[in-house]
């Protein structure tokens, strides 16, 4: 019986001669590959400059002018004024600071108010939709139709519910439930900032609802199998293990909700028709009627930096303090 005698490196064969030797396939490094990466990510740079970079600079540069409706037409011709507009419009001892002020306190608690709501019913509405039940992706689809609508159309519903005469609230509150003796009006007055805080819920908590449905997801029921077990209620296990485990989506989420609701000026300007009254006049409508109703683009501009250094302060502040309770806690 023959056996087999080849070397375990006989079936390498050797290079013949003459034949280049085969080294290390090496891939070209031309210059497509190397542009490559920029070439993809040049549209999207393009866009953010246009759309951020550039009017925030030329915000910025508007700020240190005095540009009025004398100069809108010829911006060279308006005087560099440095920070004045910043001393004007941040005096609070004058007239300009003190309506700015009050947009400020009645934009603050118009945005912790309805971030706390939202959040409240987003909250509720997850919690309840978490265990399966028929027609529970019905009533996800309803719940979230206030965030698909188009912002236009959905406040423009509310202004038509609202009238004092013609609207479906007065009629309802006073002609069918008697609940009222007189018709209030609600887009004027003292009623405009709980119309106003209304739509703004009404808006946001789906947006709410949407996250936190999606966070309960990564929750393992075995968590709430041993809560039970231990003789944990509903309250308990809510206390204990959803709301922790919720954590890192309340942290991004409550931050969006109220930098989105401190910066929004489609609600108001819709619902009001762009002269918001006094208890419901939001720093974006103060803003706003400073630039284009007086025509003081340049305090209007001040007016919109400041803002922004604002929101950037809140923001740090908010995820330095966050970040450090979770690393104690880690």
């Known amino acids: 019986m023959a056996t087999s005698t080849t070397a375990p490196d006989a079936d390498r064969r050797e290079p013949r001669a003459g034949s280049p030797a085969r080294g290390p396939v090496r891939r ?8 490559l990466p920029y070439l993809l990510l040049a549209p999207a740079v393009v866009l953010e400059l246009a759309v951020h970079v550039v009017p925030m600079a030329v915000g910025v540069w508007m700020s240190l002018l005095e540009l009025t409706q004398f100069h809108i037409r010829d911006w060279s011709t ?10 004007a ?10 309506e700015l002020l009050h947009s400020f306190w009645v934009t603050l608690a118009y945005s912790l108010l309805s971030v706390g709501f939202a959040w409240l019913l987003g909250i509720s509405a ?29 406040v423009i519903t509310w202004s038509f519910l609202l009238q004092r005469d013609t609207g479906l609230v007065n009629h309802v509150l006073v002609d069918q439930l008697g609940l009222l003796n007189d018709r209030p009006f609600w887009l004027i007055g003292d009623n405009s900032f709980a119309s106003l805080l209304v739509v703004s819920v009404w808006r946001n908590w789906p947006f709410a609802f949407l996250c936190l449905m999606a966070g309960l997801q990564n929750v393992p029921g075995e968590l709430y199998e041993a809560a039970a077990i231990d003789g944990a ?25 109220f930098l989105w609701t401190f910066n929004d000026f489609n609600t108001p300007f819709v619902l009001f028709g762009g002269s918001a009254p ?4 939001l720093i974006s409508i103060h803003i706003y009627r400073s630039s284009f109703k007086t025509w003081d683009f340049g305090s209007g501009s001040a007016m919109s930096v400041a803002l922004l250094l604002f929101l950037l302060v809140v923001s740090a502040g908010y995820l330095l303090i966050t970040n450090r309770r979770r690393d104690d806690h880690a």
């Open 89 to 98: 419009t941040l005096d609070l001892n004058s007239a300009a600071g003190k």
């Open 28 to 35: 070209p490094r031309g210059p497509r590959r190397s542009l």
């Open 126 to 154: 997850a919690v309840v939709l978490q265990r399966p039940f028929r027609g529970r992706a019905l009533l996800r689809a309803l719940f979230l139709t206030p965030y698909a609508l188009p912002v236009y159309a959905a």
């Open 278 to 281: 006094e208890q419901a006049d």
């Open 78 to 87: 308006a005087p560099f004024v440095g920070f004045e507009n910043y001393r």
């Open 233 to 257: 209620g509903f309250w308990r296990r809510l206390r204990s293990v959803t709301l922790p485990m919720l954590r890192p989506v309340n942290l991004v989420l409550l931050l969006v909700l």
